[in-house]
């Protein structure tokens, strides 16, 4: 059930979700349970399916138009006008007011913010609270995004493919979305960085994500001592790393942040492991994510990283108050000798004295998507007993953790 699905409406569809607006009519609304409404529609997929139930029974009504009316895409396939999407929407709301506070999440693009139609759609959404804005250019929606996104309540803003000349431009962007608390930048650029000396911008996020591509302009904005008031209130940082600057940067704002709390860094690639690292400043964080890639040099690159990542706590003076530490492990890891063992580095990383505390600590392997099924359950199988292994060991019992080892496919980060 794709988005472009719900708004691709024929013209009937719209007298139809109109005439069957419970507001109007109640008749046959108590003839069958909610719990068994509920349970039927959470099983049904397909955009037909559930207009289909939705127009069969007024008592499906209310539950499949919240499906259908969820996720609206407003940007068009390439080389096609906005106006083919939009069009048929905008007569869905004029007529059908009630569908609109249905809309949590939208998608948009630069044209969606210049075209008439779309500039009359986001001022309706008013229970909106996620705006993923994609392919956006710093002109011409510097001017026009003023008047479309003042006014939209959305608290989650995705940006995708998005360029500015400067953060100072980001910043201005994000001020016309004053109830916004979680920011995610995805394949974004800047041309220029952030001057601290003239920036007055206040940031009020609670969670900011980065990935895909070395932002270090935009990291470095952070890392000036005087700057930080940029995000005051940030309390969860996920950042996907592809180099060591911006891996730097962001151990910088992890421990110049008293109010962070949840710390995500993952490296989708093979890092520069021998290079000298910093300590991990980690006063304030109650849960860790960290991911390494092990694909490079197989027969010693795991147990190196399992070091690497061990001796960023080497030298951090304040014992942190960590409860939950998830440990990714990607590419293809093999037993290598006694000396150079993964899992005496896994026993080794668990008694470290930043993880007194731990609640949980969970390690999770991705392995490659072109391993054979013959080295699949073989790792399935080692996974399995050095699970039972490490469970018996009384230093974890007398942690309290729970040890978690998982099989999983090769997938991509997820932000928020």
């Known amino acids: 059930m794709t988005p472009n699905h719900r708004v691709a409406s024929r013209d009937k569809l719209t007298d139809n979700l109109n005439?069957?607006?419970?507001?109007?009519?109640?008749?046959?609304?108590?003839?069958?349970?909610?719990?068994?409404?509920?349970?039927?529609?959470?099983?049904?997929?397909?955009?037909?399916?559930?207009?289909?139930?939705?127009?069969?029974?007024?008592?499906?009504?209310?539950?499949?138009?919240?499906?259908?009316?969820?996720q609206i895409l407003l940007y068009p396939p390439r080389n096609q006008?906005?106006?083919?999407?939009?069009?048929?929407?905008?007569?869905?709301?004029?007529?059908?007011?009630?569908?609109?506070?249905?809309?949590?999440?939208?998608?948009?693009?630069?044209l969606t913010f210049t075209s008439p139609s779309g500039k009359?759609?986001?001022?309706?959404?008013?229970?909106?609270?996620?705006?993923?804005?994609?392919?956006?250019?710093?002109s011409p929606w510097k001017d026009l995004a003023v008047d479309v996104c003042s006014n939209i309540p959305a608290k989650r803003v995705m940006l995708s493919d998005v360029q500015f000349k400067g953060p100072e431009q980001l910043y201005a962007l994000l001020g016309h979305f004053p109830l916004a608390k979680d920011l995610t930048l995805r394949a974004v650029s800047f041309q220029n960085p952030l001057d601290p000396s003239n920036s007055s911008s206040v940031l009020d996020l609670e969670k900011l994500t980065l990935a895909d591509g070395p932002m270090p302009h935009f990291l470095s904005s952070f890392c000036n001592i005087h700057n930080l008031r940029v995000c005051p209130a940030l309390r969860e940082l996920r950042v996907s790393v592809l180099w060591f600057e911006d891996y730097f940067y962001t151990l910088y704002i992890s421990h110049a942040c008293p109010t962070l709390r949840v710390l995500h860094v993952i490296s989708p690639q093979d890092m520069i492991f021998w290079k000298p690292i910093p300590a991990l400043g980690l006063s304030y964080i109650e849960e860790l994510r960290f991911g390494i890639c092990v694909e490079a040099s197989p027969m010693r690159s795991n147990v190196r990283a399992m070091q690497w990542w061990i001796n960023s706590f080497a030298d951090v003076e304040d014992v942190a108050p960590l409860r939950k530490v998830t440990l990714e492990i990607r590419g293809n890891f093999v037993h290598g000798s006694d000396k150079e063992d993964l899992w005496s580095e896994l026993d080794r990383a668990v008694t470290r004295p930043q993880f007194s505390s731990l609640q949980t600590f969970t390690v999770i392997f991705h392995c490659s998507e072109d391993i054979d099924d013959w080295h699949a359950c073989r790792m399935k199988d080692l996974i399995g007993t050095k699970c039972t292994e490490m469970r018996n060991r009384k230093v974890l019992k007398v942690m309290g953790c729970q040890l978690e080892l998982s099989m999983e496919d090769l997938r991509e980060y997820e932000y928020g």
């Open 19 to 70: 005439t069957h607006d419970p507001s109007t009519s109640n008749r046959g609304t108590g003839a069958i349970p909610q719990e068994i409404i509920d349970s039927i529609i959470d099983v049904i997929e397909g955009a037909n399916t559930l207009q289909a139930c939705s127009l069969a029974s007024r008592a499906f009504y209310p539950r499949t138009r919240v499906h259908l009316f969820r």
């Open 81 to 110: 006008s906005p106006d083919v999407l939009e069009a048929r929407f905008l007569p869905i709301l004029m007529s059908a007011p009630h569908l609109a506070p249905c809309v949590k999440t939208v998608f948009v693009s630069t």
């Open 120 to 138: 009359q759609i986001l001022p309706l959404l008013s229970r909106l609270e996620t705006i993923v804005i994609s392919n956006l250019s710093f």
